[in-house]
Nanobody, 125 residues
Framework: QVQLVESGGGLVQAGGSLSISCAAS????????MAWFRQAPGKEREFVAG????????SYGDSVKGRFTISRDNAKNTLYLQMNSLKAEDTAVYYC??????????????????WGQGTQVTVSS
């Protein structure tokens, strides 16, 4: 089992930018696709962005497409999410997760087998 630890959350004004990271333990980070999910108060957890194991392909939720960028550095066992043009509705706890399958980047959270503890991102309007 891999351990995932998010960092970099905080408070930012609407229109601003923020970058969050997810550090992974172990030697299998580079083998599996990864993703970011988020959960706002009173709402279900939703898919934000995903990336294949080699970083050659990415996918995004409709609400963040064009504003967020997911990336990974397999040499550093780290996943990133660069968030630009932030809106109040981006306020949520952001989680990184590892896909349970090697070759897909699913959007369903039940297909992910390891999760971080989450980092809070708050966007003030």
């Amino acid at each position: 089992q891999v351990q995932l630890v998010e960092s970099g959350g905080g408070l930012v004004q609407a229109g601003g930018s923020l970058s969050i990271s997810c550090a992974a333990s172990g030697r299998t980070f580079s083998v599996y696709p990864m993703a970011w999910f988020r959960q706002a108060p009173g709402k279900e957890r939703e898919f934000v962005a995903g990336i294949t194991s080699g970083g050659d392909s990415t996918s995004y939720g409709d609400s963040v497409k064009g504003r967020f960028t997911i990336s990974r550095d397999n040499a550093k066992n780290t996943l990133y999410l660069q968030m630009n043009s932030l809106k109040a509705e981006d306020t949520a706890v952001y989680y990184c997760a590892r896909s349970g399958a090697r070759y897909t980047v699913p959007r369903r959270e039940d297909l992910y087998d390891s999760w971080g503890q989450g980092t809070q991102v708050t966007v003030s309007s």
